[in-house]
Nanobody, 123 residues
Framework: QVQLVESGGGLVQAGGSLRLSCEAS????????VGWFRQAPGKEREFVAA????????WYADSVKERFTISRDNAKNTVWLQMNSLKPEDQAVYLC????????????????WGQGTQVSVFS
């Protein structure tokens, strides 16, 4: 059974930082591209960042470039999202997802999803 479990969310003041983790089990983790998405109430799911199987390539939404960093350690079956300089508009449920392809920004192409972790940012 495949599981993706996010952790690390919380309440932070604007300008602060959080580090999200996505730990996978039940799949050959090193064979999957992993992405982070976020969803705020009443809004569509939004692509945030993605990283290839080896970690050699990464992608970011324009809204988070220069502030967020995605990384992975296949030995630990874990992907991280380091979020710096957080803004109130970053507030959302953050979800990690995995796919065997390369359609990084397309939620429908991800085969496995976690339950999400809440990030709240106050000004």
């Amino acid at each position: 059974q495949v599981q993706l479990v996010e952790s690390g969310g919380g309440l932070v003041q604007a300008g602060g930082s959080l580090r999200l983790s996505c730990e996978a089990s039940g799949l050959t983790f090193s064979s999957y591209l992993v992405g982070w998405f976020r969803q705020a109430p009443g809004k569509e799911r939004e692509f945030v960042a993605a990283i290839t199987w080896s970690g050699g390539s990464t992608w970011y939404a324009d809204s988070v470039k220069e502030r967020f960093t995605i990384s992975r350690d296949n030995a630990k079956n874990t992907v991280w999202l380091q979020m710096n300089s957080l803004k109130p508009e970053d507030q959302a449920v953050y979800l990690c997802a995995a796919q065997a392809g390369l359609r990084v920004g397309v939620p429908e192409k991800y085969e496995y999803w976690g339950q999400g972790t809440q990030v709240s940012v106050f000004s």
